[in-house]
């Protein structure tokens, strides 16, 4: 292809291509206006913006200054007073060092900066507009800078077009502010939003402190100490007990020498050290904070800086994960593992404290159960029926036609804050038809038919196994479940709006400001699911309403791994998509889990709903709910097939049908 001959090109353009790597969207711009006040050494620190920072984002300090003479320079590319040599580049102690975000920013957008040393009279002002900065001139101004950023992207509409709602946009920049916030809780720092005040944060000592302000106090009382020193670094953090966990990794938050970073060998190591105390795929929460050498760490990687390269990546691994998994397997914590069952009578006297508190996690659990399995419990007959019941018949009686005055339900506290009115939805209660589910389950396959005289069991309190005309079938009990309800919401979702039961109370739930901004985005598709969240204060919702099909699921649970699923997909979610997601997080939390213990009647009924298994053969997420093995297998593995057909007694012997 022929093109023009080549040339250098303008400055101004150099810029605003540069300006791609850094300047993203607003909270781009207070990230790079936050951390020049920080290296500024400010003690005080205002961030002010209007209409989510694409009319105006301004950050002053009280920090240092800059000499006059120096003002414009500071405007320029490849202008900085942090670094001054090859060797400096070895061991960065600044947040900035490239010299590149003045002038991308002000390639971009109208800047003005005020500036004053303290040795100086007067302050200093430059301006800069369409890339052309007018000559300083003496202005008033305190100690400090300001930095004025207005009309971002006003010279590259294009950008301008990319960006989301003042809502999405507002909860980026709250993000950046909470990331200096947290690494830096000495400095003082202010938010305003179109001159309502955002966060009033006074200078405190308290990391937690902030993390309540910016994520709720039960949150921030929640979290747990860590801390260790080794050649290599120090570490110092807050990090979540395993029941606060996450749908994803939003909240983990780790910090390098005071700067935010994603680094996906330490976040792993984070997630090593829970390995075993959450259930698949959920995340934990954690504020983690390494202070290591400036040499050995390399943050000339990314032009944002948040990846680094390590040099003792190994080391800080092994020590992110010795830290925190001790401190969550050591004394005072109970762990989430499944724990054998209370001790004995006898000898209550003997009992220590960790016992007494893993019996009451064990009858919390079992509470749990009770109230995820009455769904799937008929009658007193059925349940005492000890053989694996023939699916589509007994079975499923009842299977969602659960009575409203069930054990289950007559067992909850009367007090408990998430408890429901008396239910009205039962599903054509009182009758013995199937359930939908039933309805869409295959007639007549061989697959249906347990053997006469089979039993199901549960392994590892996790599996459930039983026996089918032509092989074994193990099934992951959390998954089938979940399967089961996610099928039947999505059913009940095609039909219209699911039926909703007013809470007693309304279940109060401290959000940060993307995730307020997530509900209020999300509010139509959350009624449909029949989960009616109102504002309650600037950061808290109300749960007022819950799907009465999943009335002894977690609203909690399934409004915050919603909320979370929003902040992590990359584009706009499809209306479908978004009501699949909310049947998942809301079926994934009212399943029985992993770990779980049921009874035996608990076991028959989830499996009468095996059908769904053999149907979907995955849950929600993708994984298998359900593995099959054959008859014919095992007389493969067992080396039975060397004649097949003549030695069917002994076959026979072990699977007697
Ligand atoms: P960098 O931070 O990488 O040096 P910037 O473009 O962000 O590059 O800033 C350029 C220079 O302007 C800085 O090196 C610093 O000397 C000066 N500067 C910018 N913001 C401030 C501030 N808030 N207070 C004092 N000096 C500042
Ligand atoms: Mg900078």
């Known amino acids: 292809m022929t093109t023009a001959a080549i040339h250098i090109l303008p400055e101004q353009l150099v810029n605003q291509i540069a300006a791609g790597e850094v300047v993203e969207r607003p909270a781009s711009v207070v990230k790079e206006l936050l951390e020049n006040a920080i290296d500024a050494q400010a003690s005080r620190i205002v961030l002010e913006v209007e209409e989510a920072g694409k009319k105006l984002i301004r950050v002053s300090d009280d920090g240092a200054g800059i000499p006059a003479d120096q003002a414009p320079l500071a405007l320029a590319s490849h202008a900085t007073s942090k670094i001054g040599s090859r060797d400096d580049l070895e061991g960065i102690t600044s947040l900035g060092f490239r010299g590149e975000a003045l002038a991308s920013i002000a390639s971009v957008a109208d800047v003005r900066l005020l500036t004053r040393t303290a040795d100086a009279l007067e302050a200093t002002e430059v301006t800069v507009s369409g890339g052309r900065a007018d000559a300083p001139r003496p202005a008033s101004g305190p100690v400090g800078t300001t930095v004025e950023v207005r009309n971002l992207f006003r010279y590259v509409p294009v950008r301008r077009k990319f960006l989301k709602t003042d809502a999405t946009e507002m909860g980026h920049i709250t993000d950046q502010a909470a990331r200096i916030a947290l690494a830096y809780p000495a400095v003082h720092l202010t938010v305003t939003h179109n001159g309502r005040s955002v966060y009033q944060l006074p200078p405190s000592e308290s990391v937690r402190e902030r993390v309540g302000a910016f994520f709720g106090g039960d949150l921030a009382a929640s979290l747990i100490e860590v801390t260790s020193e080794e050649p290599g670094g120090r570490l110092w953090g807050l990090v979540g007990p395993p029941h606060v966990d996450r749908a994803t990794s939003v909240m983990q938050y780790l910090f390098i020498n005071g700067r935010y970073v994603r680094d996906r060998g330490l976040l792993h190591a984070l ?130 036609a659960r009575k409203a005055d069930s054990d289950a339900h007559r067992g909850a506290p009367a007090t408990s804050p998430v408890r429901v009115q008396p239910a009205r939805w039962a599903l054509r209660p009182g009758t013995s038809d199937r359930s939908r589910l039933g309805e869409t389950a295959p007639h007549g396959e061989a697959f249906d038919e347990a053997a006469p005289g089979s039993r199901a069991i549960q392994i590892h309190n996790t599996y459930l196994v039983a026996e089918t005309e032509d092989g074994i079938l193990i099934v992951d009990q959390h998954a089938l479940h979940e399967r089961v309800l996610f099928e039947e919401i999505m059913k009940r979702l095609e039909a219209g709006p699911l039926q909703s039961q007013r809470l007693l109370m309304p279940v109060t739930v401290a959000l940060s400001d993307r995730e307020m901004a997530a509900v209020e985005a999300y509010r139509e598709s959350l009624g449909r699911l029949g989960l009616e969240v109102e504002p309650l204060g600037p950061r808290d919702v109300g749960i007022q309403a819950f799907p009465s099909l999943l009335e002894r699921g977690d609203p909690e649970g399934t409004l915050r791994d919603f909320l979370a699923w929003v902040q992590a997909v990359d584009s706009p979610p499809t209306p479908r998509q978004v009501l699949e997601e909310l049947a998942h997080v809301a079926a994934c939390h009212a399943a029985v889990k992993a770990g779980d213990p049921l009874k035996t009647e608990e076991i028959e009924a989830l499996l009468a709903h095996r059908e769904a298994a053999h149907m979907a053969a995955t849950c929600p997420h993708g994984r298998p709910t359900a593995l099959i093995l054959r008859k014919t297998d095992l007389e493969k593995q067992f080396g039975r097939d060397y004649a097949a057909g003549s030695k069917a007694a002994a076959t026979d012997e072990i699977l007697p049908y």
Do not use: C, W
Not at 297 to 313: F, M, Q, S
Not at 379 to 394: D, E
């Open 271 to 400: 997630r090593e050290a829970y390995r075993g105390l959450l259930e698949g795929r959920r995340q934990p929460v954690a504020f983690l904070f390494l202070t290591i050498p400036p040499e050995r760490v390399d943050v000339n990687v990314h032009p944002t800086k948040i990846e680094v390269r390590l040099r003792d990546a190994h080391l800080l691994y092994g020590q992110v994960l010795a830290t925190v998994r001790e401190r969550l397997l050591g004394p005072g914590l109970t762990p989430s593992l499944p724990a054998p069952a209370a001790a004995g009578a006898g000898e209550p006297a003997a009992r220590t404290a960790a016992e007494a508190e893993s019996a009451e996690a064990a009858s919390d659990r079992d509470e749990r159960v009770r109230r995820a399995m009455a769904d799937f419990l008929h009658s007193p007959a059925a349940a005492n029926q000890r053989r694996l019941p023939l699916a589509g018949k007994t079975a499923l009686q009842g299977g969602f």
